[in-house]
């Protein structure tokens, strides 16, 4: 039988169990976007088969995080609760983060992600990955590796 009793500032017993087990072994995953482009560029030379930034591989490496590509653009993150936790509290820096010496216009390519990473997140994270790629997200500006080409057809040729 589980208490219910208050055991100060609003936690009952049970949630305190809960609190204890999540923070022993619990696990969670979080499903969030990828920047390919931006993650190319993460690297110290320009790595164009990069799907998922460094930063963000080092912490997964470090946090004990598995990283399952979902697509070119999403990836679900499963390991323990508390680094679920910190790691979407810390995402959008490491999305966005890029070795500048590789990075053409790096003020503007940060200032951009950053600007709108969180929408990108919560894109994701509702489900709506799809949505990454309508106009008003920015997400293809910042995040694809492949720009729109444009076809000159030379005078010359004809």
């Not at 609003?10 to 305190?16: D, I, P, V």
């Not at 931006?38 to 460094?54: E, G, H, L, P, W």
């Not at 997400?139 to 080409?149: A, D, L, R």
């Amino acid at each position: 039988m589980i208490s219910y009793s208050r055991v100060g500032k609003g936690f009952s017993k049970a949630c305190l169990v809960l609190l204890g087990a999540s923070l022993v072994g619990c696990t969670s995953s979080v499903t969030l976007p990828l920047c390919p482009r931006i993650a190319a560029n993460s690297y110290a030379s320009v790595d164009k088969s990069a799907v998922v930034n460094r930063y963000i591989l080092e912490q997964a490496k470090k946090r004990n995080l598995k990283i399952s590509i979902l697509s070119s653009y999403v990836a679900e993150f499963v390991g323990a609760s508390k680094d679920i936790r910190w790691l979407k509290a810390n995402y959008k820096t490491m999305l966005c983060a890029f070795n500048p010496l590789l990075e053409i216009d790096d003020k503007t390519t940060y200032l951009s992600c950053m600007a709108h990473a969180d929408r990108w997140i919560t894109l994701v994270i509702d489900g709506n990955a799809e949505r990454l790629m309508l106009t008003d997200t920015v997400f293809h500006e910042n995040c694809t590796t492949s720009p729109v080409m444009i076809s000159r057809r030379s005078n010359n040729a004809r």
